[in-house]
């Protein structure tokens, strides 16, 4: 069993910056990847990025690469995602996943445990 708790959601303007962080408990976290995904209000879940259980691979969905990062802190049992240049479109609840397939996958699916999300609200 892994817990995820996301944190760092709120309030920015466009062209603003965020970092979220999602802190993990449980199973050992640095076996599992790390997934980010977000649900806008009336649209699917879609995927962000991930990072694989090394932090050496990692992905992005094309809507927000060279905008956002993705990192791991396996000492702290943290992953963060900064979030840079952020646009309204990038408003929705953002959450953390954990795969223990450890590659960090884009399909929501793979992942077995979830945290709560965090909103994020961009203004313009």
């Known amino acids: 069993q892994v817990q995820l708790v996301e944190s760092g959601g709120g309030l920015v303007q466009a062209g603003g910056s965020l970092r979220l962080s999602c802190a993990a408990s449980g199973r050992t976290f640095s076996n599992y990847a790390i997934g980010w995904f977000r649900q806008a209000p009336g649209k699917e879940s879609e995927f962000v990025a991930a990072?694989?259980?090394?932090?050496?691979?990692?992905q992005y969905a094309d809507s927000v690469k060279g905008r956002f990062t993705i990192s791991r802190d396996n000492a702290k049992n943290t992953v963060y995602l900064q979030m840079n240049s952020l646009k309204p479109e990038d408003t929705a609840i953002y959450y953390c996943?954990?795969?223990?397939?450890?590659?960090?996958?884009?399909?929501?699916?793979?992942?077995?445990?979830w945290g709560q999300g965090t909103q994020v609200t961009v203004s313009s």
């Open positions: 996943a954990a795969d223990s397939a450890g590659y960090g996958s884009g399909d929501q699916y793979e992942y077995e445990y």
């Open positions: 990072i694989s259980w090394s932090g050496r691979r990692t």
